[in-house]
């Protein structure tokens, strides 16, 4: 039952705030408002029993990817303070969609899965010996970096890191003389 | 003694206001911020199957941090290429940035 | 695993109390008349000129792109971290590959000069 | 219910088992008990700060041939800090024109909640911790990551540029130090083979500073540039940028900018103990039960973890007291170019070495070799460093030289950029738009 308070109040912080997200005209405080949506989400994950992925989303989101994005905020400043509307012309088309989309997976889920909280599969969460859940970081660990888990993954993602790390700093820094022509 | 399913409608509605975001914002960074709520969807889709279904193995969390990664990777160069662009058009306006077009 | 968070959970909920009250209290106790004049920005006693929001360089940018790519690999490698009793010796080169990589990255951005302050 | 029995939880620190003997075990009294501690750690940890700014205003002003707070209070001035807070009490609260209001009113908020979360995995003797999770370090790791967002708050929200400049270099100075911190903290972490900091203390039979000196050194280091103390104050330099990203702020909201950055410190200390220095451990004496089964060892255990913690807090003063403030392009060039790649390495070699040695092998003779190691690394990049140096003198010397070549690898200017009059490989002009007071970094070196 608190479990279940909790989740409504979760749920209710993470899709508010997500609402303000895509609507809010100040830049800055939709960028707030997403860390609000991603603290909300950490905190589905520690209800989930993850705890270390709510806490990698605060160390990633919060402590990395927000940055970024403030930063990002702050370098194209200038364009911000217009009174145009935040949204383009298809809008009002994004909405319906979105809507229609919304509608078609709730259908889905609700066909497919249980709705009421009860005992049955999926209606409440697979009880398993705690020592398993307090174990699974470690078990998460050695699966990144065993040869028949993820090994092959675990260095592509890595690949990919530093593919990210070049390319951006390569997209970002200004070539010499750039500046010049601005 | 929450439904999995609850999980999932509240996935499905995140996912469908990152969708709206990325559909209907101007500005290329909400766009991106629209792109980050999606992938938080996703991921919350995936540690629920995990805690649901198989949570005596590691599956659902090593492919959320693999998400994770997409997503910071997705960030950093999308934020770069906003940057960059806006030094070269003096604009961050998704719809304005069509030079391809013509 | 929940009983644990719970004590998380309240902590979470119950320290914004710590700070508040003292704010609250110095509101209340602290005279409360503003005026424009003490409203303005402090700026070394010259009047502020222009918008604060102005633009910075992209080296910041930089280095908080670097700290992401360091930032999720401390995800990847502290779950390895925990687990390290059970490894073996592959499981080890596999990880220590994965950070081989990364300094790559920061060879890279070393020799791009974009660490260089200036 | 039982008043000696009282007394007897309370001086063996087993409250909470006293309360489940006497209202039985249930969801609602460990919510109970969960209340309570938050709100005893909570409030111990406020009470302490207070202290702890008068103990840092005594060491500071002993070691610049003062005398420091003398007046109220008594000779020795305690209560100086309690007519510091009344007079904060009393100040006016100022919300500064165009500020954000969200931003600049939840910073200082959030800043304490930051630093008092930390606190709830400190172990604090055996059994009295907040909650000993079994990824300890990574929640300390997460939410001290968390605070750097704030500062960024606050100087987004004060509406102003000296705010803003100082919000930015905190940023990049927090952020560039968490790399060298999340690796450093790796090494314990491989040692004890577990994230709980617990666990960690009941894997020091043998302190961890004799396994990794180096990593603890590094750590030391990340940590004052987290804590943005001296000589890493960049981001409050009163004589560059006024005060930094709290200039705005006035009575308690600046109050709380100043309580999280003690409590910070403290904790950073109490961390130390935990990783390196074997926390609440004291030769055993910390698991002493008396034959009526009261767990008075604790209080043997609470009294060592908090001699050790104030004599690394007494470091972290004395390094405030000594050392002058370093540049902003210093203060990076050491991060980017000497920690993080010291850290890479250490963390590369622990790894190989620890799974090299054989288990079961004595612990002596596993740390001696992990000393070795590290002894080796250090020496390494000490000669590193000294040819560097040396280069960059020569260079200096020429006049402008082109910095020499690279040492380490790369190119680039080393740790100090004076040799570099000629054309750099990479010259960049600052991205900035004509502003009135220019936002190019000052490169003064402070007065004092």
Known sequence: MSQQIIFFILAAITLTSAVVVVTIRNLFHAALALMVSFLGVAGIYVLLEAPFLGMAQLLVYIGAISILIIFAIMMTRRLMQTNESPFNSQAVGALVGAALALVILFVVIIRLYPMAPGDGVGQSAMAVDPAILQSSVARMGRSFVSAEAYVLPFEVASVLLLAALVGSIVIAWPRRGEEDNQ | MIPLSWYLLLSAALFCIGLYGVLARRNAIAILMGVELMLNAVNINLVAFWRYLTPDRSVGLVWATFVLTVAAAEAAVGLALVISVYRNRDSVIAEELDTLKN | ?118 | MDILDLLKSLLSLSLGDFIRRNFGTGPGTELLIDIGGVVILSTFCLLIVIFLIWLTRKIVARMQDRIGPNRVGGRYGLLQTVADVMKLLSKEVINPAGADWVAFNAAPLLIVMAALLMWAVMPFAPGVIGVNLNIGIFYILAISSASVMIILLAGWGSNNKYALLGAFRAVAQMVSYEVPMILALLVPIILASTMSTEGIIAAQTLPFILFAPVSALIFFISSLAETGRTPFDLLEAESEIVAGFHIEYSGMKFGMFFLAEFLNTLFMSGLVVTLYLGGYRFFGLENWVSADGYPYGRLIGLIAFFAKTFLLYFIYDWVRGTLPRVRVDQILNFNWKFLVPLSLALVFFVAIVDKLIPTGTNVVVRMTIHLLLNILIAAVALELLRRRGRQNRLAMSAGGGSGGVEAVAGHGGGHDDHGHDGPQPIEDVPDVLDTPLGVREPVAVPAH
């Open chain 3, 1 to 118: 695993m929940l009983a644990e968070w719970q004590y998380i959970g309240i902590f979470v909920a119950l320290s914004p109390i710590f700070p508040l009250a003292p704010v609250v209290l110095n509101r209340l106790l602290g005279p409360h008349r503003p005026n424009p004049i003490k409203q303005q920005t402090y700026e070394c006693g010259i009047e502020t000129v222009g918008d604060t929001w102005i633009q910075f360089k992209v080296q910041y940018y930089i280095y908080a792109l670097v700290f992401v790519v360091f930032d999720i690999e401390a995800v990847f490698l502290f779950p390895i971290a925990a687990a390290f009793g059970q490894l073996d010796l592959f499981a080890i080169g596999a990880a220590v590959l994965f950070i081989f990589l990364l300094t790559d990255g920061l060879v890279y951005a070393w020799s791009r000069g974009v660490l260089e302050w200036v």
